[in-house]
């Protein structure tokens, strides 16, 4: 895509962005006809102004977000007839975001959905933000390969398959890589990865990336839940919710996509990322209920539940993160209903046990466009995750707050010293039913924008 800043050609298709205080000033002066246009984000409709406009509903003029002029600009190229379009949406979104936040938004709007290569001029701006509209860029990039990879069947993505593509990413990125098969991670002691895939014909796999740039200011690790296929194993699923069990490795699909455009971001933060691989399958070696898997750093799982896997082998790729001690550690995953259930499905939780990264990642969120909430880290539950045979049971054997135990349970892989978040997507993270290309990429934009933020103010460390 081709991004100038300019008047444009007056030749060419037009989008305009449209407030909802303007519609009824539209009506009157004759320019729209349709009712049914209320200017509500992401809505279109078309009119003839001297030309072919598309006009692209921004929603009230308070509150205008980076999510709304994705959202717009997402809207109108995918209606787009031509190759060449001026658009006015990042010119009206400056006032709320400032210009280059703006620019940032529309680009990447415009080309999550853009049908063919466009040339774009925005209008309505002072001057070049060239920077913020490669930022943006990056930023579709990275979301279209998390989406494309979530979509994909389980049977084209069992772990090697991911393990395989990732190492071609870290190829042509310039990335190190390490890909960890069953041998590996048994050597490794990550007993609890391999007890959750081990009912699986497909072994389990660990991906090791690091982008290590020169002079680096801080290093953060990422950690991305990649279960290719969720049965539930022995706790076996019912039909309907197996269904949409190949999104279930979206975390790992964001890591990927957030380290796959790193090096060309230039961020001076040294970041590995981590994509602990599993299939979750029945089989005669697969884990039971009430067996103890222990993980790399000696600590025992005890698994009554064979359907809550992810955190039982996030937990094993947590341990292994926390070994080099980094500046920070956040892990995205599809992990609980019950943030759905809490936050809805667009809506993304945030358990932090310290309130410094906590707050960088909500900052980010918001920044992003991509809406989050703090759940509480409520260590008064930790008897939930308390055994008898292990040091921690990955079943709370109680039907509320699952969310906050799950993360529990992550945190005690991770030391105390260590800043320390979880992101559960379970609801954004897929659209749609399950037959379709639901996936969404949500949580790349969050993760970019905190690696931005971490790239010039340290993490601070806040428990009070």
């Not at 210009?99 to 001029?121: Q, W, Y």
Request: charged content about 20%; proline content about 7%; hydrophobic content about 45%.
């Amino acid at each position: 895509m081709d991004v100038a800043v300019g008047p444009g050609r007056a030749d060419v298709p037009e989008v305009r962005g449209v407030f909802t205080e303007e519609v009824e000033s539209l009506r009157a002066a004759g320019l729209l006809r349709w009712e049914g246009f209320t200017a509500e984000p992401g809505s279109t409709a078309p009119v003839e102004d001297g030309g072919p406009v598309l006009l692209a509903g921004l929603g009230p003029l308070d509150g205008c977000d980076a999510e709304r002029l994705r959202a717009a600009a997402a809207a109108a190229a995918a209606l787009l007839p031509g190759d060449a379009v001026r658009v006015d949406l990042a010119g009206r979104g400056a006032g709320a975001l400032g210009a280059g936040e703006s620019v940032r938004a529309v680009v990447a709007g415009l080309a999550l959905t853009a049908a063919r290569p466009l040339s774009v001029t925005l209008t309505g701006l002072d001057g070049p933000d060239g920077d913020h509209a490669t930022a943006g860029l990056l930023d579709a990039e990275a979301v279209l390969l998390a989406r494309e990879l979530t979509n994909r069947p389980p049977s084209e993505l069992v772990p090697d398959d991911l393990a395989c593509l990732a190492r071609d990413v870290a190829a042509r990125e310039g990335l190190a890589v390490r890909v960890l098969d069953e041998h590996d991670l048994r050597e490794l002691g990550m007993g609890a990865l391999l007890g959750m895939g081990a009912g699986s014909p497909h072994p389990p796999r660990l991906v090791d990336l690091r982008h290590e740039p020169p002079g680096a200011r801080c290093s953060v690790t990422l950690v991305g839940k990649g279960i290719t296929f969720d049965s539930g194993g022995l706790s076996l699923k019912s039909p309907a919710a197996m269904m949409g069990m190949r999104g279930d490795m979206a975390g790992a699909a964001v890591v990927l996509a957030v380290m796959s455009v790193l090096a060309r971001r230039g961020l001076p933060v040294a970041v590995r990322g981590l994509l602990p691989l599993a299939e979750n399958m029945i089989g005669p070696a697969g884990v039971r209920p009430g067996d103890v898997l222990r993980a790399c750093d000696g600590r025992r799982i005890q698994v009554l539940d064979t359907d809550f896997e992810g955190r039982v082998t996030l937990a094993d790729a947590l341990a292994l993160a926390a070994r080099e001690r980094p500046g920070a550690i956040v892990d995205v995953a599809t992990l609980t209903y019950q943030v759905v259930t809490a936050l809805g499905p667009e809506i993304g939780g945030v358990l932090g046990r310290d309130r410094g990264l906590t707050r960088q990642v909500l900052r980010a969120g918001a920044l992003a466009g991509e809406p989050l909430w703090a759940l509480p880290w409520a260590r008064r539950y930790r008897d939930q995750i308390a055994s008898g045979y292990a040091e921690v049971r990955n079943f709370p054997e109680a039907d509320t707050g699952r969310a906050i135990t799950a993360a529990l349970l992550l945190g005690e892989f991770v030391p105390e010293e260590i800043p320390f978040a979880h992101l559960d997507i379970s609801g954004p993270a897929w659209r749609g039913p399950a037959s379709g290309h639901g996936a969404t990429g949500f949580g790349v934009l969050t993760l970019t924008r905190l690696l931005e933020s971490l790239a010039t103010a340290a993490v601070p460390l806040d428990r009070s």
